[in-house]
């Protein structure tokens, strides 16, 4: 071990920045929810500093070297519509963004439309016992969001939403659950140019929470593990965005 947070947290998030080389700003989490540490990987010593919101089962997202985003989850034993930046500077510090998303979720996903994009889609998530099919957009260069007209065939909760770069330019969302019983093998696109959502029939194989999605260097979207009614999966399926979005197991 080389070292400890100030606190102890689960659910919550963990940053790098480059302006922050060898540090780790681990964020919000059960039961530390207003703190974060600013974690040294070198020395193993952590600075403890305050959000602006209590904070677990939400979403971190960089915008450039020195500044990211987090975005809703519990706060406390109620849902948050909110949102604050974390600003690498003298100090470094949160500060609150003052517009928020029309519905409070957490469990949901952010994923920024490219590299370079100041667009942030936030996906599904819940609010309590309400579960979203819905999306909204996170403008970076006005620090505003901006409803999606369209939504998801299905609501998800604890689902993977991982972008497909250039040429195709589309984020692809997995699995999830939109009761908390019923674990889904279904898929959704969402198309970055159009803003928009795509009906897709093709599925996984079986459904899942809790796995993860990783994008391979030849464009496929290798899915590990997760959770199935009453399993805890071992296996992995390679979901090919080139080829209609297609399901393979491994």
Known sequence: ??????????????????????????????????????FDTKTGISVRLSLTSQR???????????????????????????????????????????STMSVSRSGHTATRLGNTSKLILIAGGKDMGTYYSSATIFDASSSTFIAVS???????????????PMPIHKVLITGGTYDGWAHLNTLSLFDATTLSFISI?????????????????????????????????????????TNNVFSSTR
Do not use: W
């Open 201 to 241: 029939t093709n599925t996984m194989y079986i459904g899942r929470i809790y796995h993860t999605a990783t994008l391979l260097p030849n464009g496929k979207v290798l899915i590990i593990g997760g959770y199935f009614v009453n399993m805890t999966l071992a296996d992995c399926e390679l979901i090919d965005s």
């Open 150 to 164: 369209t939504t998801m065939l299905t609501a998800r909760f604890l689902h993977t939403a991982t972008y497909l």
């Open 56 to 98: 677990h089962l939400h979403t971190a997202t960089v915008l450039n070297p020195s500044k990211f985003v987090l975005i809703g989850g519990m706060n406390g034993s109620a849902t948050s519509n909110s949102a604050e930046h974390f600003i690498v500077g003298s100090p470094s510090s949160f500060s609150s963004i003052p």
């Open 1 to 38: 071990m080389i070292g400890s947070m100030s606190l102890a947290r689960y659910s919550h998030t963990a940053t790098e920045l480059s302006l922050l080389s060898g540090f780790i700003l681990l964020a919000g989490g059960y039961t530390s929810q207003t703190s974060a540490d600013l």
